[in-house]
């Protein structure tokens, strides 16, 4: 069985500043993807960032990036030059790939991010 | 381009009862996948549905379950309702298989 681990209930980080939130996972699967997943009090789930397992280089979207260690079984989010807008829960996400068919999404118990003015 | 729409967004029952939730999908998607967001549980995923066929299923007891219709949209059916159900229920919808899913604001659901 798959599982996702978030260490960090809670962190907070002045407004510009550089924050970065773990994540570790468990599998014994090859072929997956992992994600980042942002809930703001609105509750809707905003995709934040996407990393496929067999793509070597971390995924990056703006002031959004990771560091993706396969072997470790590691994925941190890093958020650069924090806003006020980036206040909300953080969800890391796994789901298996079996070629053509998804696993369903398999999710940390988030970290809720505090972005202070 | 309309997003996932989830109806109602809020909705209080009583043990027992049995509820029926919601979701169309983005126009054009065909895979509708519902999760149970609970502050002891976190995110659970409930089922998946792909072209009508249930792909995949949580662990949930029989209570729960669900459909797609033809056109995409999805219902999601709890049957004799317990305070534990008490929950965000969250609806993603994808274009296929193995893409990009996209969730919609949930309905929250309290059982009293």
């Given at each position: 069985a798959q599982t996702v681990t978030q260490s960090q209930p809670e962190m907070s980080v002045q407004e510009a500043e550089t924050v970065t939130l773990s994540c570790t996972y468990d599998t014994s699967e090859n072929n997956y993807y992992l994600f980042w997943y942002k809930q703001p009090p609105s509750r809707q789930m905003i995709l934040v960032i996407r990393q496929e397992a067999y793509k070597q280089q971390n995924a990056t979207e703006n002031r959004f990036s990771v560091n993706f260690q396969k072997a470790a079984k590691s994925f941190s989010l890093k958020i650069s030059?924090?806003?006020?807008?980036?206040t909300a829960m953080y969800f890391c996400a796994f789901m298996v790939n079996y070629g053509g068919s998804q696993g369903n999404l398999i999710f940390g118990k988030g970290t809720k991010l505090s972005v202070k003015p | 381009k309309a997003g996932v729409t989830q109806t109602p967004r809020y909705l209080i029952k009583t043990r027992g009862q049995q509820v029926t939730l919601s979701c169309s999908p983005i126009s054009g998607h065909r895979s509708v996948s519902w999760y149970q967001q609970t502050p002891g549980q976190g995110l659970q995923f409930l089922f998946e549905y792909f072209s009508e066929t249930q792909r995949n299923k949580g662990n949930?007891?029989?209570?729960f379950s669900g459909r797609q219709f033809s056109n995409s949209r999805s219902e999601m059916n709890v049957s004799?309702?317990?305070?534990?159900?008490?929950a965000l229920y969250l609806c993603a919808s994808s274009l296929n298989l193995n893409t990009e899913a996209f969730f919609g604001q949930g309905t929250r659901l309290t059982v009293v």
């Open positions: 030059d924090s806003q006020l807008g980036d | 949930f007891p029989g209570r004799t309702l317990e305070l534990g159900d008490s």
